[in-house]
């Protein structure tokens, strides 16, 4: 396999990058780069479903929960029951092991999640699919509201941290995977359905395509990115409340896409960044303007809008 | 010649209209046939009837002697029926080797799994696609844009792209509606050439609705004349071109100037 020295490089390059951050930049900074991080995952795969696919679901913070709540549920409530398998696997790794295990029933839930809540969905086109969503997020959130194994709205706590504290390895590995993915698989020929479908219907139908097949893809995969990205986030909090995964949430991961251009790899793991520095930015202005720190989230919506506004096409054009 | 499509005594309706009405006709493998009719004739319902996209109220669709009667667009396509549309409907915002590639999409043999890993099968295979998808735009001429998107080509382009991505589903049956609309004199001619090369060089039935009478007349031995959803005529060019009903339905009824 050709890719094998590259996977290997990017492992030792992020693992590398873990501890010279962890050394030189207090932990402020290393957390909202690690926001940073799941952001690019969670709008990348929205960027699958809305940019890609031309759909327009509201509800991806909905899968994020799943995600979320799913694995912290096996971290918490069945590794501890796994402790016979110990000595099968090594002290050392023991714990990315368990790890990678809950990561991935959390993503797995999600993407199920999001099959199911795409089978009836995904038969609605535009607006009427935009709400659709929204409710079945909604209904998530309520579902995780009134669960008392997972602490209703007080919160689910006590999940257990990131083994090893490789926090940035895990968060910007995830990220990785995710910006690959989406991006090898949409430039190929067989994955270029996404975009036919967007661009017109009747006109892939005619070739050959079932539109509903195709649509489903982006969203079981693109729910499945979210489940991965809801999985870290919840190691990295160590408590999570239905109330992180709100519609306000997925409306942040919308305009992250739609300001780095719909369909665009690189713009829209670019407007992840940027939005999800810019509150932080903004929370300590220097000093001649440092009172308008008061007013930050006035100034970030402003800031938003003009962006919109003079976003300039050429230029998301040229970073692809 | 053996038969490819069967149409056995087809209909639509839509409420209270018939939009096609006892429909029955035959067409052999590798034939060439000519639909024409006034506007509103029910032509491109025609197409919309052997693609699936409304399913017939009455009779039944064989397709190489398979029941095609409830199979949804896609399916018919993978069956072997390919189409062009009246109003282009490219994919605008691919480029235009892309528009042809996505065709392949049903005879792909890697994965998507192939691709995450970036597989020697998916390299290998894909390099194999542009490489044909590349011929088939040389042979239609237009290899020189194909990493245009497909929304900047210009107009006859974009209908000869259309017939590309058609064909690149690899059909048995191709359904071309209208292919010369907004042609002028010249494009015309190639394109009677291209349709005419298409035909004998690939074996492949064409069903060929057009306004235009003269490139009918030239390319089809065969041709049925719809009015008001029902079949009005049926033959050869030469006979079309006297049938009284059928001079009726395109001009108006014959009246003595004398007795006006």
Redesign the interface.
């Known amino acids: 396999?050709?890719?094998a020295p590259a996977i290997v490089l990017t492992i030792v390059l992020l693992i590398l990058s873990h501890y010279l951050l962890n050394a030189l930049i207090n932990p402020y900074y290393l957390r909202v780069i690690l926001l940073i991080g799941l952001s690019i995952t969670l709008a990348t795969s929205l960027n699958l479903i809305n940019g890609y696919t031309g759909l327009f679901s509201l509800g991806h913070a909905g899968f994020m929960a799943v995600g979320a709540y799913s694995a912290a549920a096996v971290s918490v409530f069945l590794i501890p029951k796994l402790a016979f398998l110990n000595g099968l696997i090594p002290e050392l790794i023991r714990g990315e092991v368990f790890f990678v295990l809950s990561l991935l029933a959390g993503a797995c839930a999600a993407a199920l999640v999001g099959f199911m809540i795409g089978l009836p969905t995904l038969r609605l086109r535009g607006d009427y699919l935009a709400i659709a969503t929204l409710g079945f997020a909604e209904i998530i959130k309520v579902f995780f509201n009134n669960l008392e194994a997972v602490g209703k709205a007080k919160g689910f706590t006590g999940i257990p941290a990131i083994p090893h504290a490789v926090n940035f390895f895990w968060v910007f590995f995830i990220a990785v995977t995710c910006v690959?993915?989406v991006g090898?698989?949409t430039s190929?020929?067989?994955?270029?359905?996404f975009?036919?479908v967007r661009?017109?219907e009747?006109?892939?139908?005619?070739?050959?395509?079932?539109?509903f097949k195709v649509k489903m893809k982006a969203f079981v995969i693109g729910s499945f990115f979210a489940g991965l990205g809801g999985g870290v986030y919840a190691h990295l909090e160590g408590t999570i409340y239905p109330e992180n995964f709100n519609i306000l949430k997925s409306i942040e991961f919308v305009v992250m896409v739609v300001l780095g251009g719909m369909g665009r790899l690189w713009g829209v793991v670019l407007a992840a960044a940027f939005l999800t520095l810019l509150p932080e930015l903004l929370r300590e202005l220097p000093p001649p303007f440092s009172i308008l720190s008061q007013f930050r989230m006035i100034l970030y919506s402003l800031i938003i809008i003009i962006t919109m506004l003079i976003r300039s096409k050429s230029f998301a054009k040229s970073i692809n | 010649m053996k038969t490819l499509l069967k149409v056995e005594q087809c209909g639509i309706q839509f409420g209270g209209l018939k939009a096609l009405e006892g429909l029955d006709f035959e067409l052999k493998e590798g034939e060439l046939l000519g639909v024409i009719g006034p506007n509103g004739a029910g032509k491109t319902t025609f197409f919309n009837l052997l693609t699936g996209v409304y399913p017939p109220s009455s009779g039944r669709l064989f397709f190489k002697e398979q029941l095609v009667t409830a199979l949804k667009p896609h399916q018919i396509n993978q069956a072997g029926i390919s189409r062009t549309f009246q109003n282009i409907r490219l994919f605008l915002n691919l480029s235009v080797i892309d528009n042809v590639c996505v065709a392949f999409y049903q005879h792909i043999k890697y994965s998507l799994w192939d691709v995450i890993w970036q597989r020697k099968k998916y390299v290998e295979e894909e390099k194999q696609l542009k490489a044909k998808a590349l011929e088939l735009l040389t042979r239609f001429d237009l290899h020189k844009q194909k990493d245009e998107l497909a929304k900047n080509l210009p107009y006859g382009d974009q209908r000869r792209l259309e017939m590309v991505r058609a064909l690149a589903t690899q059909p048995k049956l191709l359904l071309l509606d209208e292919p010369a609309a907004g042609m002028n004199p010249t494009e015309k001619k190639a394109l009677i050439e291209l349709i005419r090369h298409l035909h004998q060089e690939l074996k492949l039935a064409i069903i060929l609705i057009e306004h235009d009478m003269s490139v009918v007349m030239e390319l089809c031995p065969r041709i049925i004349v719809l009015d008001y959803g029902v079949v009005i005529a049926e033959g050869e060019p030469d006979y079309i071109r006297q049938h009284p009903v059928v001079i009726e339905a395109y001009l108006g009824e014959k009246k003595d100037v004398k007795s006006m």
Do not use: N, R, Y
């Not at chain 1, 190929?188 to 359905?193: L, M």
């Not at chain 1, 009747?202 to 539109?211: D, E, K, Q, V, Y």
């Open positions: 396999m050709k890719q690959w993915v090898k698989m190929s020929s067989k994955g270029k359905d975009a036919a661009e017109d009747i006109a892939s139908s005619s070739l050959g395509l079932s539109h």
